[in-house]
């Protein structure tokens, strides 16, 4: 019996070895032992707009959805005529979202007045002072009908002419006016490029001032790339809307990307 407990002991021992060995190896394998720094990078890049996107509405209403419906399609159709013959393609000019809703509104009830026949004395008229009072205010069914028409188009110039165009025409809404880039897949490389500069730059930077050099990459990860194109304020679509003169021109701003990474270089 004696033997038996000695040979178990000598088994876990053994075992016990093996199993620190592995982890020995294990551990010298997620970690080489290489002295790494990590630094982050990142860059802004701008560009001049190529493309504006423009998006106007044509917005009806009606006590009646197929009125709603029917003045919609004849205003719309006016403005994509005058857009087409403003000089825009058909590739250029599309229609967008179309909806038709129907709310409802509190107006002062009308009563059409009573008259009285000639010569005939009106009866006096007692109301129970427990007879609540006539609603002043009737609720009322309207009907909305809305058609976006998309315009694409590279005449940046002229942006402030299409609008005027639109809305002459019948357009009721300027939804947006966004100055953008055909290809931004050009200006996100050199971002990223920029980004992936800077963090090394830094690692230099880095090791220098500790007396050492930079060996090699370790790893290099994108943390984000964004791309904002240029919007236009607001303020500027309601004035163009409202707007009795030539329209002025809409001068866009550049549109920019951010990119930022992560990187360790080995020293």
Sequence with gaps: MRNKKVVLAAAALILSALLAGCAEEQAQTDNDGEQVIQTYGEAVVTAEPDVAKISVEVETHSRSADEAVEEN???????????????????????????????RERQPRVEEPVRPEPDVEEPAIERDIDEPETDEFEERIYYQASNEIMVTTSQLDRVGEIIDTAVT????????????????????????????????RKAEAIAESAGKSIVDVYSITEERTDYTPYRAPREMLEEEAAADVAPTPIEPEEVEVRARVTAKYIF
Excluded: H, W
């Design 169 to 200: 025409a019948g357009a009721n809404n300027i939804n947006y006016i966004n100055f953008d880039l055909e290809n931004p897949q050009d200006l996100k490389m050199q971002a990223l490029g920029k980004a992936a500069e800077q963090a090394s």
């Design 73 to 103: 399609a004849v205003l719309a159709n006016q403005v994509r005529e005058a857009l087409l013959d403003f000089g825009l393609s058909e590739d250029e000019v599309k229609t967008g979202s179309y909806r038709l809703r129907s709310y």
